[in-house]
């Protein structure tokens, strides 16, 4: 069935932005593989009017990436490497010039086509017709059978669970290892994971705790986050992230540089299905900007080869390497549940737990040491900002992994 989900780790790349196509993107998937992923997501690859979610042709790759040629040989690359595909399906909308009859369209009280979201551009479907549920079905299936695994939903939230539910159920008869992961951006994550039938939602509630609770020197907010996520859990499989090509990079949401390898420690020892955003691992910055184009700054193009990446990056890479190895070492943690230990608002100790198997993530914000009061016997630090290697003890604006 599905057992591949409990292992996978995301490279989320947006190809429009990536430059050069599939062909450069075969090019980097040994970076993937040595970064330590063994999932390829990918932004919108079909044809469209612009950035690849204003879709006009579900069945057509967008030219400015490639062929089927070249489609297959990235899926080809990725097979030979083990490594999953995730593909982004736009089916809240699509693009004025997509051609259908007008009864897939979405209407408006005076007859006109109704648009997302104030968007002149982007073309609701009506989900109540059963001809946009067979089309989206008929879509998901042949991308399935050219090689990809996994769909993205993009704007799952503005489209009805009963179709998703409908829809994903068709698709599961005879493509069982098929895995779905919903875009929510806030809201009643578990209700709407049990009423859609998708096996994941994007967790944005938990990507936005994690940057503000070390921005504002608030742990608190992040205990609550991760409570919220373990009731997740119960109804399906977070992906879970700190960075994505809708939002600000990362390294430029935190106030202080020294806290991103406390972002990346809570990412990946927290129950979910993570995922990284291409340049994210390279230290990149950038900052999404409400505005015509806004979104270019967290989009941009990477070099031909590794050659082109600044020499600042490489550590950033080997910290988040480090990281996956460590998450890869504890799959278990994809299930995991994680309650706060000890929390003030610069410091806590997260324990992250499956049965047997526990690891307990230690941050401190303050700019003094910070002693915690946990019981570390048995416990040894496995990662760390630094070469810190006691247990209890955190420098100032430290972190560091313990396990038994």
């Known amino acids: 069935m599905r057992e591949w989900v409990d292992h996978v780790i995301w490279w989320h790349?947006?190809?429009?932005?990536?430059?050069?196509?599939?062909?450069?993107?075969?090019?980097?998937?040994?970076?993937?593989?040595?970064?330590g992923a063994n999932g390829l997501q990918l932004g919108p690859v079909f044809a469209s009017e612009s950035h690849g979610y204003d879709t006009t042709d579900h069945f057509r790759l967008d030219p400015r990436l490639?062929?089927?040629?070249?489609?297959?040989?990235?899926?080809?690359?990725?097979?030979?490497?083990?490594?999953?595909?995730?593909?982004?399906?736009?089916?809240?909308?699509?693009?004025?010039?997509?051609?259908?009859?007008?009864?897939?369209?979405?209407?408006?009280?005076?007859?006109?086509?109704?648009?997302?979201?104030?968007?002149?551009?982007?073309?609701?479907?009506?989900?109540d017709e059963p001809e946009v549920l067979n089309h989206v079905v008929r879509v998901m299936e042949h991308w399935l059978d050219r090689g990809a695994t996994a769909w993205r939903l993009d704007?799952?939230?503005?489209?009805?669970?009963?179709?998703?539910?409908?829809?994903?159920?068709?698709?599961?008869?005879?493509?069982?290892?098929?895995?779905?992961?919903?875009?929510?951006?806030?809201?009643?994550?578990?209700?709407?994971?049990?009423?859609?039938?998708?096996?994941?939602?994007?967790q944005y509630e938990l990507w936005k705790a994690i940057w503000s609770s070390l921005n504002d020197g608030n742990f608190y907010e992040l205990a609550w986050a991760l409570k919220r996520n373990n009731e997740v859990l119960e109804a399906g499989q977070p992906l879970t992230f700190v960075g994505n090509h809708d939002v600000t990079r990362i390294a430029s949401k935190l106030t202080d540089e020294r806290h991103l390898g406390h972002?990346?420690?809570?990412?990946?020892?927290?129950?979910?299905?993570?995922?990284?955003?291409?340049?994210?691992?390279?230290?990149?910055?950038?900052?999404?900007?409400?505005?015509?184009?806004?979104?270019?700054?967290?989009?941009?193009?990477?070099?031909?080869?590794?050659?082109?990446?600044?020499?600042?990056?490489?550590?950033?890479?080997?910290?988040?390497?480090?990281?996956?190895?460590?998450?890869r070492r504890h799959a278990w943690l994809v299930r995991a549940r994680t309650t706060a230990e000890h929390l003030t608002n610069t410091a806590a100790a997260l324990v992250s737990t499956d049965g047997a198997d526990r690891l307990i993530t230690l941050l401190n914000v303050g700019d003094e040491p910070y002693d915690f009061p946990i019981d570390t016997a048995g416990l040894r630090v496995v990662e760390s900002h630094d070469d810190n290697r006691s247990p209890a003890t955190v420098p100032p604006h430290g972190w560091s992994i313990l396990a038994g």
């Open 66 to 127: 490639g062929d089927d040629a070249d489609f297959d040989a990235l899926i080809a690359g990725c097979r030979e490497r083990g490594l999953q595909v995730m593909l982004d399906g736009v089916f809240n909308h699509v693009g004025r010039s997509f051609q259908a009859p007008e009864h897939w369209f979405k209407h408006t009280a005076t007859g006109e086509r109704a648009v997302f979201e104030g968007h002149g551009a982007l073309i609701e479907l009506n989900h």
């Open 13 to 35: 790349v947006y190809p429009l932005g990536f430059g050069g196509g599939f062909r450069r993107l075969t090019g980097w998937l040994d970076y993937a593989v040595e970064l």
């Open 263 to 327: 972002a990346l420690a809570v990412l990946f020892t927290v129950g979910g299905v993570p995922s990284v955003y291409y340049g994210d691992e390279q230290g990149f910055r950038g900052v999404k900007e409400d505005r015509e184009g806004g979104d270019d700054a967290v989009r941009p193009a990477f070099p031909e080869s590794r050659d082109g990446l600044a020499p600042y990056g490489w550590p950033v890479f080997d910290l988040h390497k480090r990281l996956i190895g460590l998450r």
């Open 155 to 202: 704007v799952a939230y503005g489209v009805p669970p009963a179709f998703w539910k409908a829809a994903v159920g068709r698709v599961r008869q005879n493509r069982p290892e098929a895995w779905f992961t919903g875009e929510i951006i806030q809201g009643d994550y578990v209700t709407f994971l049990r009423d859609s039938g998708l096996d994941s939602i994007t």
